[in-house]
């Protein structure tokens, strides 16, 4: 007789004036690294912002080519340089939003799988879970306690 797994995914859905005084700025961050996004092609413009262990904030946003698949979505270059510059400290929060171009509103960007894994494998080395806020619908934010939540199933290195 097969079994069957219900996996229970827990997602806080907030209020603008329900986020942390840290959450707020850095989303507010991740607002102002959209500005600086390099996506001639998508026009959709998306920042993220990294919170670290000392208080300090980092920000990214995506980069496009004119070879597409060598562009790179925001979160990974966050997380990559953050990775590069500070390897050893241990990252708080993710605070990922995206506007289009021609608009002003913040919209949703539900981070892609490629940087799910990514999230996924700096939460690992950490030891420690790395919490991720994302713009929700509707003027609200998702708050993902664990990485594992947007990617139950991962691959780690575990593994190998
Ligand atoms: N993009 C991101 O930067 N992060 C996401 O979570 C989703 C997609 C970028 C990649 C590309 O530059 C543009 O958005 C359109 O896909």
Redo the contacts with the bound molecule.
Sequence with gaps: MATTLDINIRVDVLEPAELTEQERRAMQLAREAAND?Y?P??N?L?G?ALLLEDGSLFKG????NAAYPS???????ALFAVSAHHPNKKIKLLA?T?RRRSESNFIP????GA?RQVMGEYEHKQQENMPVLLQAPDGKFYRFRSVADLLPFQFTKDSL
């Design positions: 996004a996506a092609y998508s959709f998306v993220a946003s995506n980069q496009e562009g790179l979505c925001a979160e990974r270059t990922v995206a960007a539900m981070p892609c940087c």
